[in-house]
């Protein structure tokens, strides 16, 4: 079967990092997709790995281990805006051209 | 440079009736896919098209749900005889092609209430 597995809630402090994990199970595997989803919004792409290493976007850095089947998103200087839903989805360019998504990981942070 | 637009944004079925859900991809993107969103729940991919093709439909109830995505128009998920069970929020997203569908770009979404 198919399955992502991420923490259901991260609660954290403004100005501080958060790592947002995330494990994968799945049958092939090409990359990791991460996406942020405020309430009531639509999910946004921030993030891409099918290379093993960090990849940094601004005050958002991304992290791959394929030999680990494991990611996760790091967030840095928190600022409240960042309170959102964050999911991750594994692409296995398969024929279906279906990513396969996780539950999703609320951010909560506090001042 | 639109987005992905999708209407409506809200929209009140009572149950029995038909709910029609419009999606229109970025400009040059042929490639769009809908989910839907329980509260507090993840996406559950429903169903990928690509122009006049049903590519994989593996996400969505094989009775009283439908999408297309003719040549010329949006493409549309088509829910009838609608139940309470449908309540939920519908995304529709797109990408330009199957190299990149991993980046997807998504709509406000339908927030579809069945009284």
């Known amino acids: 079967g198919q399955s992502l597995e991420q923490p259901s809630e991260v609660t954290a402090v403004e100005g501080a990092i958060v790592q947002i994990n995330c494990t994968y199970q799945t049958s092939g595997f090409y990359g990791l997709s991460w996406y942020q989803q405020h309430d009531g919004g639509a999910p946004t792409f921030l993030s891409y790995n099918a290379l093993d290493g960090l990849e940094e976007t601004g005050r958002f850095s991304s992290f791959l281990s394929r030999s680990d089947s494991y990611g996760y998103l790091l967030l840095q200087e928190l600022q409240m805006k960042d309170s959102a839903s964050y999911f991750c989805?594994?692409?296995?360019?398969?024929?279906?051209?279906?990513?396969?998504w996780g539950a999703g990981t609320k951010l909560i942070i506090k001042p | 440079n639109a987005g992905v637009m999708q209407n409506p944004r809200h929209l009140v079925r009572r149950r029995g009736q038909e709910a029609r859900l419009r999606c229109s991809p970025m400009k040059g993107h042929s490639h769009v896919y809908w989910y839907r969103q329980l509260p507090e729940e993840g996406l559950k991919f429903m169903v990928y098209?690509?122009?006049?093709?049903?590519?994989?439909e593996s996400g969505m109830p094989k009775e009283r749900f439908s999408a297309e995505f003719p040549k010329e128009g949006p493409s549309i998920l088509r829910i009838q005889q609608v139940v309470r069970g449908d309540s939920a929020a519908y995304f529709c997203?797109?990408?330009?092609?199957?190299?990149?569908?991993?980046?997807?770009?998504f709509g406000p979404g339908t927030r579809l209430t069945v009284t």
């Open positions: 098209l690509q122009k006049e093709n049903i590519i994989d």
């Open positions: 997203a797109s990408s330009p092609d199957s190299s990149t569908y991993y980046e997807q770009y």
């Open positions: 989805a594994v692409d296995r360019m398969d024929s279906n051209y279906q990513l396969i």
